[in-house]
């Protein structure tokens, strides 16, 4: 899981770079818009980050960007037994 882990994380950076929108943000707005997604927590220790925060919820991400982050995000969500929250599954343990 960690090659897929990698993957993931190195395919959404670059999704971020050639749109031009922050990671930080994108990931935020990313969670906030699919529904294996409750509720996002997420922390500010300043008001730049707090503002940053705030705006990810503000941020639309087009259909062909969504469609990008979820074929990047695949390989990992299939190595967790197509379940992003571990703390869902019975065991409690993903690997």
Do not use: W
């Not at 749109?19 to 300043?46: C, E, M, W």
């Not at 705030?54 to 995000?73: F, N, Q």
């Not at 967790?80 to 409690?92: A, I, L, Q, T, W």
């Amino acid at each position: 899981m960690e090659t897929e882990t990698e993957m993931c994380l190195s395919g959404f950076l670059k999704i971020a770079e050639d749109a031009g929108i922050p990671p930080f943000t994108l990931a935020l707005a990313y969670i906030h818009n699919r529904k294996f997604a409750d509720i996002v927590i997420a922390g500010a220790r300043t008001e730049s980050q707090l503002n940053a925060l705030v705006k990810s919820m503000d941020t639309d991400i087009p259909e062909e960007l969504l469609t990008k982050l979820d074929a990047c995000s695949a390989p990992l969500l299939k190595a967790v037994g197509g379940n992003p929250d571990m703390y869902r599954k019975e065991s409690r343990v993903r690997y």
